[in-house]
């Protein structure tokens, strides 16, 4: 593994060979060893000033997410508001980092949140599945782009990765990067399909590799989501990337965060593993629905003493 | 951006009751010591005096082995399944009481209250239920159809896992029928002393189990009483040595678990996060005060530089301080001796030409603290490659091939326990085969459980504690004379 791959990436001019032989060099991942460390690391004690400090920056960091059938004009613009103003009682209540959804909604969404400072972030490429043909998902993105998103979530091909075709998944993500144009793009890996750590660590490589600007466990769509021990592969996979190459990426764990509890713990993997510099909704985020009502409960709790019940709480 | 600060998670130590002072626990009653004096037990975190506890002397040894004497005919006469039900009476409790146990072993011992809770005491609980279940199957544990036990124990265990090690020591004896006189190290004696109020609440007979207090010369007293049928012992190889001459010539049956000076071998090809994260549980656990550390670090040289790097930004997270606060990582060294011995070595280290490195880290101004620390530049002639630290202190080595690591990871008086890291399956068979060491770890360390046995080679002791292999030191192999076969 050499830090020259970042300035020329295999995968063009047939260098596909290199691209394998890179991915199958990294160190291997200790299943025991990887879920003892996530273990270990969730039994911190999180408490008082900390805990606070630890609200306010998981708040900052969601990604405000709906992406169903059933989505509507009028659930997104519902949805949007909550964003800019998460908690209507207490204006000291920091906004969200993003909102989250389907292309078809992204103009809805633009208009309520444009100029506020708050991300508009769409899946594209023929989300959840990725199986559609490439100018497909080059147009979904293009027209995401087009109609206000600044951050566009795509999926990778799990059945090109899993086939081998490493250049096949590396020149989609380098097309979907150049279709984004100054939009961010976030990497889908959908950890939940790919079966091994070593398999995440290496789409991670791939995806970083290809030019994503953050990596993305999941779509939220398929039984297995985020998780702690993936989440810390793909951490350790940022932190060795920027260490070779110069190149800090983000992560976004999505799907299944629903507790504040779960939010503190993955803010005490990255505060233990990558340290302050990911400690930022530029570098780290959560793509999660219910979890921002959680964490509003929890902040409420501290700061007015008693915990207040659901209904205090807007539901988007 | 922002500094992510962990703010004070202190246990609440209010759970645990600590009485002024403790008498020795002597056929079901706590006694006032006969012919004994008191010292005093301190908390290695603040120096504070925890509780005045007797010292037994010999009239009071005396006492303590007549006791369990006296209850070894009944005790032993009893059905397996009844001596079961006792074991796992005491499991329970210990699992019910274990928030307080571990607030109390922290308090005495200096270790993390995250170890006290989620290591030494689920462990100890599981190691009563585990040879619980041996006491009505003994027939079928490869020792005949029914094997007798042999008598008195006496038990000496050392201060790193106070209640963990009365466990390994009290669940097997009583589970084969035996009678117990247990001694704790003067520097931990509480958790024994809670373990015996566990005994009359459990309805425990009296003198089955009976727990004296005292430094060395009641140790020695005990092991040297002439009505005592085994000696069991877990500490320095010094005084194991001191007890193998003591009893050799008498009829007594002796297991001895002693030091370590173990390998943790990293390959080329190993989980180097997994592994660096195996390299900081080896050494660091404990504050490095266990006998099967990993106290020498054997790295293969092409991954050397990599592989330090890695460990040195992973040590700049361990949390050094307050025992009690649930976020700590690395407690109080035990005592001012002990924390003596530890810059004594570490000193010789940094004489000979070996380079040290520890974290920035603030330690506390009272108590007995040693900032984790790491050497390079060690060779094999090195003091602290050969000697036994039993501190947070880990010396690197590096080798070249398969056959080198052995050679180097061979090279010790001791033989207690190994660690290999590579993602090659057939390199840790092989590797298996050419270790003489009684536990060989392979992509972990420092893992234990109960149906596991454990022990050592060559001076770090002989006799195996855990799992089928634990009841063999507590039963009778001798043919029973004057019985027709």
Known sequence: MT??????????????????????????????????????????????????????????????????????????????????????????????????????????????????????????????????????????????????????????????FLAGRYDDVFAEIVAVKEACGDAHLKVILETGELGTYDNVRRASWLAMLAGADFIKTSTGKVPVAATLPVTLVMLEAVRDFRARTGRQVGVKPAGGIRTTKDAIRYLVLINETVGDDWLDPDWFRFGASSLLNDLLMQRTKLTTGHYAGPDYFTLD | MMKFEYAPAPESRAIVDIAPSYGLFLDGTFTEPSDGGVFKTVNPASEEVLAEVASAGARDVDHAVAAARRAFEPWSALPGPERAKYLFRIARIVQERSRELAVLESLDNGKPIRESRDVDLPLAA???????GWADKLGYAGFGPDPRPLG????????????????????????????????????????????????????????????????????RLLVEHPDVDKVAFTGSTEVGRQIAQAVSGSRKRVTLELGGKAANIVFDDAPIDQAVEGIVNGIFFNQGHVCCAGSRLLVQESVAEELMAALKRRMAHLRVGDPLDKNTDIGAINSAAQLA???????????????????????????????????????????????????????????????????????????????????????????AERLRAGVIWANTFNKFDPSSPFGGYKESGFGREGGRQGLEPYVDLEPVRGKAT
């Open chain 2, 152 to 219: 008195v124990a006496a038990q000496v265990i050392p201060w790193n896992f106070p209640m963990l090690m009365l466990a390994w020591k009290i669940a097997p004896a009583l589970a084969c029928g035996n009678t117990v006189v247990l001694k704790p190290a003067e520097t931990t004696p509480l958790s024994a002393l809670f373990f015996a109020d566990i005994c009359r609440q459990a309805d425990l007979p009296p003198g089955v189990v009976n727990i004296i207090t005292g430094a060395g010369d009641t140790g």
């Open chain 2, 341 to 431: 011995r530890i810059r004594e070595l570490s000193d010789a280290g940094a004489a000979e030409g070996a380079e040290a490195w520890s974290p920035p880290c603030e330690l506390p101004d009272r108590g007995f603290w040693f900032a984790p620390t790491v050497f390079t530049g060690v060779s094999q002639a090195h003091r602290i490659a050969r000697e036994e630290i039993f501190g947070p202190v880990l010396s690197v080595l590096t080798f070249r091939t398969p056959a080198e690591a052995v050679e180097k990871a061979n090279n010790t008086p001791y033989g207690l326990s190994a660690g290999v890291w590579t993602e090659k399956g057939s390199r840790i068979l092989w590797m």
């Open chain 2, 126 to 132: 599981a190691h009563f239920f585990y040879y619980a």
């Open chain 1, 3 to 160: 830090a020259t791959v970042a300035s020329s990436p295999p995968g063009v001019s047939g260098s596909a060979v290199d691209l394998r032989s890179l991915l199958h060099g990294l160190p291997g991942v200790d299943k025991v060893g990887v879920e003892g460390r996530a273990a270990a690391l969730s039994t911190r004690s999180i408490k008082t000033t900390a805990k606070a400090a630890a609200i306010d920056l998981a708040i900052r960091m969601v990604d405000l997410t709906t992406l169903e059938g059933a989505d509507t004009p009028g659930k997104v613009r519902a949805l949007s508001a909550k964003a800019l103003r998460p908690d209507p009682a207490d204006p000291n209540c920091p906004p969200v980092a993003a909102v989250c959804v389907y292309p078809s909604m992204v103009p809805v969404a633009a208009e309520v949140l444009k100029g506020s400072g708050v991300h508009l972030a769409s899946v594209a490429t023929a989300f959840p599945s990725g199986q559609a043909p490439l100018d497909v998902k080059l147009a979904d993105t293009r027209d995401a782009v087009a109609a206000g998103a600044d951050e566009i979530d795509m999926v990778i091909s799990r059945g090109s």
